[in-house]
């Protein structure tokens, strides 16, 4: 590592991972004879409502498997999606049950590791809400565990699908907005009500919320070289509709500073705290989320980074900003398992990587050492950049 530059290091390790990469979709489909993706979804909560249906849109992709440790909830989404698919109580039943090619983990997020582990000891490809694992160790060694097993994982969110994300990408290699110096980014809302999960020790207002800011920024700006934060727990308990009140022990309120290569950082707000109208839907919303930074001009996210609405580009002292890049091109935050699955059965590499889920896991496992104590924690993982 100390003989070579951090980029030909990228370079290096993204061409070799890519090739591993597609060698294992061309594998698997030579083996497919039906050219369909089978599915078994893990997790039967309110996410699926909106997983569901994208994955039914696909005519690549057949959900086969429902499951979840609540087994009704499992029967009333087979029924209320017509899905035609088994049911099930739990995963090690599932597994030996229908066969599948690929499971989508949307279950609470601190079980996500477990699942997704043994998924992979099964033999399925992976695509799991975030994050993918409770620590970036964790994460590592199932991504080690899929390549020894010809097999890919994937970690969402699926920001970097947009075409606002692709457009402010090639505004800044374009050097529109000249040097870029800062960017900022901030999601949060008044906290969940529907489970404790995202409140309890594993879960918090990072991996929930943040995570998107994270995933966006280093997609536009490069991996993070390291991270300083402060976290906080303000409101101490919260009444959720399975447990009642509860005790709150993971932060509901985090600031983040991101270290990015040529002296660019960028900041990230979340919590669960934030007064917004618009709690998690941003479809009406004229506020942005991301903001960029550079000596010749600024450009602004308009609507959430998970929900789109246009990008505004501010580079001219004459001329008024410009709203720009309006169409969502049928993007949607849940099409990430769609995505993935049809890139395995097109043999196609999707912009989507589970090295910059990875990634983002360090950076919110490195957040919360900083803000313990006190420090500024370095990075190591990295992924291809730039994206677009």
Same mark, same amino acid.
């Given at each position: 590592?100390?003989?070579?530059?951090?980029?030909?290091?990228?370079?290096?390790?993204?061409?070799?991972?890519?090739?591993?990469?597609?060698?294992?979709?061309?594998?698997?489909?030579?083996?497919?004879?039906?050219?369909?993706?089978?599915?078994?979804?893990?997790?039967?909560?309110?996410?699926?409502?909106?997983?569901?249906?994208?994955?039914?849109?696909?005519?690549?992709?057949?959900?086969?498997?429902?499951?979840?440790?609540?087994?009704?909830?499992?029967?009333?989404?087979?029924?209320?999606?017509?899905?035609?698919?088994?049911?099930?109580?739990?995963?090690?039943?599932?597994?030996?049950?229908?066969?599948?090619?690929?499971?989508?983990?949307?279950?609470?997020?601190?079980?996500?590791?477990?699942?997704?582990?043994?998924?992979?000891?099964?033999?399925?490809?992976?695509?799991?809400? +975030?994050?993918?694992?409770?620590?970036?160790? @964790?994460?590592? &060694?199932? *991504?080690? #565990?899929?390549?020894? $097993? =010809?097999?890919?994982?994937?970690?969402?969110?699926?920001?970097?699908?947009?075409?606002?994300?692709?457009?402010?990408?090639?505004?800044?290699?374009?050097?529109?907005?000249?040097?870029?110096?800062?960017?900022?980014?901030?999601?949060?809302?008044?906290?969940?009500?529907?489970?404790?999960?995202?409140?309890?020790?594993?879960?918090?207002?990072?991996?929930?919320?943040?995570?998107?800011?994270?995933?966006?920024?280093?997609?536009?700006?490069?991996?993070?070289?390291?991270?300083?934060?402060?976290?906080?727990?303000?409101?101490?308990?919260?009444?959720?509709?399975? +447990?009642?009140?509860?005790?709150?022990?993971? @932060?509901?309120? &985090?600031? *983040?500073? #991101?270290?990015?290569? $040529? =002296?660019?950082?960028?900041?990230?707000?979340?919590?669960?705290?934030?007064?917004?109208?618009?709690?998690?839907?941003?479809?009406?919303?004229?506020?942005?989320?991301?903001?960029?930074?550079?000596?010749?001009?600024?450009?602004?996210?308009?609507?959430?980074?998970?929900?789109?609405?246009?990008?505004?580009?501010?580079?001219?002292?004459?001329?008024?900003?410009?709203?720009?890049?309006?169409?969502?091109?049928?993007?949607?935050?849940?099409?990430?398992?769609?995505?993935?699955?049809?890139?395995?059965?097109?043999?196609?590499?999707?912009?989507?990587?589970?090295?910059?889920?990875?990634?983002?896991?360090?950076?919110?496992?490195? &957040?919360?050492?900083?803000?313990?104590?006190?420090?500024?924690?370095?990075?190591?993982?990295?992924?291809?950049?730039?994206?677009?």
């Amino acid at each position: 590592m100390k003989d070579i530059s951090r980029k030909k290091f990228l370079e290096y390790t993204a061409a070799a991972g890519a090739a591993v990469l597609l060698s294992s979709l061309e594998s698997f489909a030579k083996e497919r004879d039906d050219k369909l993706l089978k599915v078994a979804v893990i997790g039967c909560g309110s996410v699926s409502n909106r997983y569901l249906p994208q994955l039914q849109s696909s005519k690549l992709i057949e959900v086969v498997s429902l499951c979840d440790i609540k087994y009704e909830r499992a029967v009333n989404q087979n029924k209320q999606y017509n899905v035609n698919a088994q049911t099930y109580p739990n995963i090690d039943a599932m597994l030996a049950g229908v066969p599948f090619d690929m499971q989508v983990t949307i279950t609470d997020m601190q079980v996500h590791g477990e699942l997704n582990k043994k998924a992979l000891m099964a033999g399925k490809h992976v695509w799991s809400e +975030k994050p993918m694992a409770n620590t970036y160790k @964790e994460g590592k &060694a199932l *991504l080690d #565990l899929a390549r020894s $097993k =010809n097999l890919r994982i994937w970690g969402a969110p699926a920001v970097v699908d947009s075409p606002q994300f692709a457009f402010m990408s090639k505004t800044i290699q374009e050097g529109k907005l000249g040097n870029i110096s800062s960017a900022h980014g901030q999601y949060g809302h008044t906290g969940p009500t529907w489970s404790a999960f995202f409140y309890e020790k594993g879960g918090g207002s990072m991996p929930d919320l943040g995570v998107y800011n994270m995933a966006t920024l280093t997609g536009l700006l490069g991996p993070a070289k390291s991270v300083m934060a402060m976290t906080s727990i303000v409101t101490s308990e919260r009444t959720v509709d399975d +447990k009642g009140t509860i005790k709150v022990e993971a @932060e509901d309120n &985090a600031h *983040l500073l #991101l270290e990015h290569d $040529k =002296n660019v950082i960028s900041h990230v707000m979340c919590g669960f705290n934030f007064f917004d109208t618009h709690g998690h839907e941003a479809g009406t919303t004229t506020m942005h989320s991301i903001q960029i930074f550079g000596n010749k001009g600024n450009m602004r996210l308009i609507g959430y980074d998970w929900e789109t609405n246009g990008v505004v580009l501010d580079n001219s002292y004459d001329n008024p900003p410009q709203l720009l890049c309006t169409d969502k091109g049928g993007y949607e935050w849940q099409e990430g398992a769609r995505v993935v699955g049809e890139s395995i059965i097109n043999k196609t590499e999707p912009r989507i990587n589970v090295e910059h889920a990875l990634h983002v896991l360090e950076i919110i496992e490195g &957040a919360r050492r900083s803000s313990a104590t006190g420090q500024k924690i370095k990075l190591e993982s990295t992924f291809k950049w730039p994206m677009v």
